[in-house]
T-cell receptor
Framework: ETGVTQTPRHLVMGMTNKKSLKCEQHLGHNAMYWYKQSAKKPLELMFVYSLEERVENNSVPSRFSPECPNSSHLFLHLHTLQPEDSALYLC??????????FGPGTRLTVT | AQKVTQAQTEISVVEKEDVTLDCVYETRDTTYYLFWYKQPPSGELVFLIRRNSFDEQNEISGRYSWNFQKSTSSFNFTITASQVVDSAVYFCALAGSARQLTFGSGTQLTVLP
């Protein structure tokens, strides 16, 4: 594997489900990010991890819970989501927080 | 606060035409970085270029060129002799001293055969 990978690529979940999104970077970077991309909206930064510590949390609801067990892996745990949370969730990584390299995203649909 | 404006929501051109995507930014930081990303229909954002605020030299990479003008706070992107494969959403982004990326709303480019 190269670059940034994300699984699953597509996810449909009910509002009472619990699921997790996974991101893995193979670039040796030291920072990782979660973004949300909704239709007709700019990319929204959700969380930033630098050297495995969370350094940014942009007022994201607690139903989204990130986890960064090491510098290569990033998870986004989801529970009791709302239909408006349906979006493309993008993971990115960077070295020293310069240009970010993105994964293919997880298309999430909340029913 | 940082802001990136991409006033062109959608552009449609015919193959082989040249096209310029506009980007205007606002920042109070004296040192900052500007970026362009391409998002094809598959969804993955592809990094194209990074420019530093202290380097106003224009850059050319194949059919792509970028014009950075601090005086007008603009960082425009030109595709020469466009191709159908250039069809995508293009995002301009800015990172200041905090190195947090602020994205513009994107420009949907459609290149017709």
């Amino acid at each position: 594997e190269t670059g940034v990978t994300q699984t699953p690529r597509h996810l449909v979940m009910g509002m009472t489900n619990k699921k997790s999104l996974k991101c893995e970077q193979h670039l040796g970077h030291n920072a990782m990010y979660w973004y949300k991309q909704s239709a007709k909206k700019p990319l929204e930064l959700m969380f930033v991890y630098s050297l495995e510590e969370r350094v940014e949390n942009n007022s994201v609801p607690s139903r989204f819970s990130p986890e960064c067990p090491n510098s290569s892996h990033l998870f986004l745990h989801l529970h009791t989501l709302q239909p408006e949370d349906s979006a493309l969730y993008l993971c990115a990584s960077s070295q020293d927080r310069y240009e970010q390299y993105f994964g293919p995203g997880t298309r999430l649909t909340v029913t | 606060a940082q802001k990136v404006t991409q006033a062109q929501t959608e552009i449609s051109v015919v193959e082989k035409e040249d096209v310029t995507l506009d980007c205007v930014y606002e920042t109070r930081d004296t040192t900052y970085y500007l970026f362009w990303y391409k998002q094809p229909p598959s969804g993955e954002l592809v990094f194209l270029i990074r420019r530093n605020s202290f380097d106003e030299q224009n850059e050319i990479s194949g059919r792509y060129s970028w014009n950075f003008q601090k005086s007008t706070s603009s960082f425009n992107f030109t595709i020469t002799a466009s191709q159908v494969v250039d069809s995508a959403v293009y995002f301009c982004a800015l990172a200041g001293s905090a190195r947090q990326l602020t994205f513009g709303s994107g420009t949907q480019l459609t290149v017709l055969p």
